[in-house]
């Protein structure tokens, strides 16, 4: 069983000689990648028909692979996995007092970000703070062992900055959540998120966590690894996209302005991610059916 786009040739080959069916379970095709197997049809054609099937994240992938002669039995839309992890909602909130996060003061979530965007969401920090005082934003790096250089920005920009990895509660304008596990709990408290590794060339991370949670979430242009569900929110309207800093200004701004069109916009978030859920039992399915099949590679549909 292969995941997403787990395409090794000879392990299928192997797999092949031994009659072992291979199942290929949340594919996705990138808009980068079709355009190297449309080239390569001649290689990449026999490799997508050693599967025994292919569970496609969308109707738009699977079409692609029967386009290049996988037998159409083979290939299933089944949705994404993605969707059907832990539901966040079950998830305590933390309590802001723990944090040292001001009762009452508003609050925007930066998660997993990355080097090059916290002095991007600091300097739009600093224009946000004359409009909303009192207002808490809460950055949380990709690598925690970058919180004191990430506190260090903040500081640098005259913004009264404290690390969660320090103990005590201290307060300020920016929490630095450098500890594991926290950000899901920390997306609850926040009116709108904004989700790193996308300002910059790093692929992106996972809009899902905040959008489950009903919040209105914004990401840079970077959101290659997770392509389908950011534009999946953009259409539900739950999602905006910026490229640069004054967009992202401009976005934030907006929703904190009008915090109903902010709310509207974490509602549809969140519908979308419930009616995206189910894949994972469509997968299980498909795998009793192929296991019941025995070892061969016929059509499983």
Not at 31 to 36: G, P
Not at 63 to 82: C, H
Not at 160 to 175: C, D, E, I, K
Request: charged letters at 20%; glycine letters at 10%; one cysteine or more.
């Amino acid at each position: 069983m292969l995941v997403e786009t787990d395409f090794w040739p000879n392990f299928l080959y192997a797999l092949q000689q031994r009659a072992i069916p291979a199942l290929l379970v949340n594919g996705r095709i990138s808009d980068s990648s079709w355009r190297w197997y449309q080239r390569g049809r001649w290689l990449f054609g026999p490799l997508f028909r050693s599967f025994a099937v292919l569970a496609m994240q969308t109707e738009a992938d699977a079409r692609r692979l029967v386009s290049l002669g996988v037998p159409a039995e083979r290939v299933l839309a089944l949705g994404n996995l993605k969707f059907d992890t832990a539901p966040l909602a079950a998830v305590e909130v933390i309590d802001r007092r723990q944090l040292g996060i001001a009762t009452g003061s508003r609050v925007w979530v930066a998660g997993s970000t990355h080097e090059g965007e916290e002095e991007i969401i600091f300097r739009v920090m600093q224009r946000l703070l004359p409009r909303y005082p009192g207002m808490c934003l809460v950055v949380a790096p990709r690598q925690v062992e970058r919180g004191a250089a990430v506190a260090a920005l903040a500081r640098a920009r005259g913004l009264a900055v404290w690390r969660r990895s320090m103990g005590s509660p201290a307060g300020g304008q920016v929490l630095v959540l450098d500890s594991l596990g926290e950000l899901a709990r920390v997306y609850g408290l926040a009116e709108l998120a904004f989700v790193g590794g996308s300002l910059v060339a790093a692929r992106g991370h996972n809009p899902l966590e905040p959008a489950e949670l009903g919040k209105p979430v914004v990401f840079g242009p970077h959101m290659e690894d997770f392509a389908e569900v950011s534009a999946a929110l953009l259409r539900a309207g739950g999602a905006r996209q910026v490229s640069e800093e004054e967009e992202l200004f401009r976005v934030l701004d907006h929703w904190l302005a009008e915090p109903t069109v902010a709310r509207q916009a974490g509602a549809q978030a969140r519908l979308l991610v419930e009616a995206g859920r189910g894949g994972a039992a469509r997968h299980v399915a498909v795998i009793k059916q192929l296991l019941q099949g025995g070892g061969g590679h016929g059509p499983v549909a």
